[in-house]
């Protein structure tokens, strides 16, 4: 039963690396911030999917925390790009 | 009872691999793609499914979370559309064109019809 | 900064709304978890009505419900077609796009319909919506096939906007 959860979190293993060499990468600033954008996504999902299988619930309210804080912030760096590049 | 609980395991199982397969796939075009609107098409996309499907599917697997877990589903169907939205529309505005052979651009010429218009205000309060 | 006039149908509505959200995230009942989610629902309440152009109270009546569940179900086919098609472009070694942005016009003119629309058009199949000016949508097209305004508002935005248009003209 839980092999299908290991395998699910090496695909998201995977993935954020991938957007993580994306984030070295990236020509530009707004590339890097996609990339991060992504990798918060993936994050989220990667915390809760963890917090079913620690079995603590704690975790949803930090993947929410987390879901919140990401968003603001990829907004923040999306003005500074628009006024400062 | 058991029996529902055992079906529901099933599906919540096949939910979190679909889930997890599309946010593979959407990391994989973020890496691929070669400019930075198809990058932010195919990442968004696919992330935003790919995140929504693996919740719910632990959702299905702890019915008791299930009420907080819909309520970030909720958020992340918001929020992730937007934030790409705003990346987008903040990039153009920094001067990043868009690639490849085919020129089809309608929205420069609304920008710096906005720009010049800002520009008259500033010229109109200073003087 | 823009300040915006109180109304005491908006207030109510945010104040119902933050409050739901309160008790969907505590999930109990335990009396100070209650007035301190009254006291935090009513402080929000009035900042955003105040500040923010948000919050109608028609975003939600009961013969509406049928439409929203209609839009979901329209969007959630539109979302599943989408993941395909990205996932068909990612996996083929050409990268098979031709892209381009491309601009139509809308007949909404709620700035929340607005925005559920150019949530919705973003998450379509090969498009993303760059920028809103009045009632002009930019969009980014990943697959150009036409630059027509009709034509690219049948494409892209004609399902979502044939079912907004009935729940907010």
């Known amino acids: ?69 990401g968003f603001i912030g990829i907004i923040v760096i999306a003005r500074f790009i628009e006024k400062a590049l | 009872m058991d029996i529902i609980h055992e079906i529901l395991k099933y599906i919540g199982l096949v939910f979190i691999l679909i889930g997890s397969i599309f946010l593979f796939l959407g990391a994989l075009g973020i890496y691929r793609m070669p400019d930075l609107y198809n990058r932010l098409q195919a990442g968004t996309k696919a992330s935003t499914l790919g995140a929504m499907s693996v919740i719910l599917g632990v959702g299905l697997l702890q019915p008791f979370w299930l009420i907080k877990l819909i309520i970030i589903i909720i958020f992340i169907g918001f929020a992730n559309p937007l934030s790409s939205h705003a990346l987008a529309r903040a990039s153009y505005r920094a001067g990043i064109k868009p690639c490849c052979d085919k020129e089809i651009d309608s929205y420069g010429k609304a920008v710096e019809k906005q720009l010049k218009k800002i520009q008259k205000k500033l010229k109109n309060l200073t003087d | 900064m823009v300040k915006y006039k109180f109304s005491l149908k908006k ?155 009935k729940i907010y003209n």
């Not at chain 1, 991938?18 to 990667?46: E, M, N, Q, Y």
């Not at chain 3, 969007?75 to 601009?103: E, H, Q, S, W």
């Not at chain 3, 973003?122 to 097209?141: E, R, S």
């Not at chain 3, 305004?149 to 935005?157: N, R």
């Open chain 3, 11 to 165: 207030f109510i509505y945010t104040f119902v709304i933050v409050l739901l959200i309160w008790y969907g995230f505590t999930t109990s009942f335990a009396p100070a978890e209650l007035i301190t989610g009254v006291i935090i629902s009513l402080v929000i309440a009035y900042i955003s009505v105040k500040n923010f152009n948000c919050c109608d109270p028609i975003l939600l009546l009961p013969s509406h419900v049928l439409h929203f569940i209609k839009y979901f179900f329209v969007f959630l086919g539109a979302l599943l077609k989408a993941n395909l098609d990205v996932a068909r472009r990612v996996l083929t070694p050409g990268l098979p796009i031709n892209p381009g942005i491309v601009m139509f016009q809308t007949k909404l003119n709620n700035d929340f319909a607005k925005m559920v629309l150019a949530n919705s058009i973003t998450l379509t199949p090969g498009t993303l919506t760059i920028d809103i000016i009045k009632n002009k949508f930019y969009v980014h097209w990943i697959d150009v096939t036409t630059e027509d305004p009709e034509q690219v508002y049948k494409e892209i935005a004609e399902p979502f906007e044939k079912i907004l248009l």
């Open chain 1, 1 to 69: 039963m839980d092999i299908i959860i290991y395998i699910a979190l090496t695909f998201i293993a995977l993935g954020s690396l991938l957007s993580f060499v994306r984030f070295v990468k990236g020509p530009t600033a707004a590339d890097r911030a996609i990339a991060l954008d992504t990798l918060s996504v993936i994050g989220i999902a990667g915390i809760v999917l963890l917090g079913y299988l620690f079995k603590r619930y704690i975790y949803i309210d930090l993947a929410l925390v987390y879901a919140v804080l």
